[in-house]
């Protein structure tokens, strides 16, 4: 009898451009995807369906009403479990291809810890929303000599590009220092156009297979701009900007946001009325219980525990992997006597 496992790359090893030689390849592969949201959570729906031998899911966040319009991996029953994403991403793959290990890191991609969360990989694919984690990425790949796609997207608008280091610029290169918080528009304020998510993560997968079976072409480094909606469609190859810029730092060996250590400064997060700060520790939610219970409404499971001041609107959570936010507002005094008063740190 013919098994089903034999049958199923039929399809994808038919193409001339991948064939047996390229499904191979892949059975070797590691790849992580850092960010498991909007884009993050449709680069895995596709990536899921090759013979990738491992694929390492890395995200901090749990899911909320809000992502089940654009994401993919989100289910209803998600919202209430307060469910993290990398494990409906786990789910989802063991489910449609139990041939990849799939490692599943509820984490918070920091300088102190990207190494061991990264190391191994043969490529990082980023379905992130913010600039510092993929400042810090591009850093360890640089470093590491690990191939990196940066892809990011707002409204109807894309972007993406390739980072191989050695041969083409880097993400610094581009943009030669993170945007400040507000000064970029977000999906979160902004919104999306849904089309463009999988239009993009398409591009960003297409980008990695060839990565991955050794097959650069003459685009490999330069920006992709797509854009599709009301304003219409068009997309863009910016070939001139696969060149270095001798101004950047991570190229020369400088490997700035990497090496700011244990840094825990309050972050805002963008586009939201909301701040953060990672304390660089691992929290048992379950510790908190009757500390927060005593003056608050509390939810907690395995992850994180959220604790609701309803009459001041204001929301703290607290995940194990050490990040603390507080929603309703950016007051980072607050959040700072919170985590003193609760956590002691
Ligand atoms: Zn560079």
Redesign the pocket.
Known sequence: MISIKSKRYDRLGRYHGLGESGLSRLRDAKVSVAGCGGLGGSIITMLARYPVGEIRLIDRDVMDETNLAHQALVFEHHIAQLTPKVVSATEYISTVNSDINTKSLFDDIRSNNADELLSGSDIVIDGLDNFATRFII?DWC?KNSVPYIYGGLVESEASMKV?VPGKT??????IPEPPEPGTVRTCDAYGVHLPIIPFLSALMVDAAIGILIGNETENTGAVIEVRLGVEGSSLRILGASAA??PE?????GKFEFLDSKGDNRAISVCGQNAIAISLDTEIAPSSLTDTLGADFNVSVNPYLIRAMDESNSLVYTVFSHGRVTLEGSDDETKLRSFISKYIGN
């Open positions: 591009n640089m980072v610029s880097c993400l610094r290169c581009l270095q810029n950047c730092p991570t190229c020369q």
